[in-house]
């Protein structure tokens, strides 16, 4: 028995792009390498690592940092010693979002400011009525970093602490390609 092949050619081509081909000076490339170095660089992000209890001596007996898993966010808490001599609790929190940029920061009820801290661009929202704070860094074009503050006894004094912290952990952050 005898079989034969036919093949024939047509003006269009049929199949799928690779992503993986680049060519020289083209912009969507770097983008997408861009992307990769960024998902790397904030997946190596180790909330825990970025505070002490030494940096947090003016907020008084601290606990070490505990990682959690929080909403959509990689994170860690410190927590304020209640003691006899102050019933006044405090938690901070430092969270790693992936997926979500400084733009998507929610308004809390009071308006959502925004800045910079150390010249990164920030945003920062407080919630009336429990005075919770959140100062969101961005660290890439779809990545932030959140300071979370809650439990102060004076609710104006969350924000205050947000940006002390801020200030601290931002320049142990890295810089994320964009």
């Not at 994170?75 to 997926?99: F, H, Q, Y």
């Not at 920030?122 to 961005?138: E, F, H, Q, V, Y």
């Amino acid at each position: 028995m005898l079989v034969f092949t036919v093949a024939a050619c047509t003006d269009t081509t049929s199949g799928s792009a690779d992503p993986r081909v680049s060519v020289p000076g083209d912009p969507s490339a770097s983008s997408a390498r861009n992307g990769g170095e960024e998902r790397s660089a904030v997946a190596s992000i180790e909330p825990c690592a970025l505070l002490s209890v030494d940096d947090l001596t003016d907020y008084e007996s601290m606990k070490n940092g505990r990682p959690y898993q929080g909403s959509g966010s990689r994170s860690c808490a410190w927590k304020k010693e209640i003691t006899p001599d102050s019933l006044d609790s405090l938690g901070i929190s430092l969270d790693v979002r992936d997926t979500q940029t400084v733009r998507s920061l929610k308004d809390m009820g009071n308006g959502v400011r925004t800045g910079t801290v150390n010249g990164r661009a920030s945003a920062i929202a407080r919630n009336p009525d429990t005075g919770d704070c959140t100062l969101a860094m961005k660290l890439g074009e779809s990545s932030r970093f959140d300071v979370g503050i809650t439990g102060p006894t004076d609710p104006k004094e969350s924000c205050r602490v947000a940006q002390e912290v801020a200030y601290i952990v931002e320049p142990r952050l890295p810089d994320v390609p964009s």
